[in-house]
């Protein structure tokens, strides 16, 4: 789907000026929580974790974002895992 750059600007537009803040306000009223964590590796063969949220509030609206994407170093055992998420 081609999106015009009007569109593209308008979209632009209604985000949050202050998205990490959004985030940690929407997250606030959240009765109910989860982490994913998934591993994948760039183009230039580095590791990476992504680590999303997902939580529900009391409307029970369902919020899902990515909260941050961990280069890694080395190989991905389970203790460098459990390092990069705190």
């Known amino acids: 789907m081609s999106l015009s750059g009007v569109t593209v600007a308008r979209c632009v537009e209604e985000l949050p000026s202050d998205i990490e803040g959004t985030l940690k306000k929407g ?50 055992k389970g203790t460098g895992i459990l390092e990069a998420a705190k």
């Open 27 to 76: 997250s606030a009223e959240f009765m109910s929580y989860s982490l994913a964590l998934d591993e994948s590796a760039d183009v230039k063969d580095t590791a990476q974790l992504a680590i999303f949220i997902r939580g529900i509030d009391q409307q029970f609206y369902v919020t899902e974002e990515l909260l941050v994407l961990v280069p890694m170093k080395g190989t991905m």
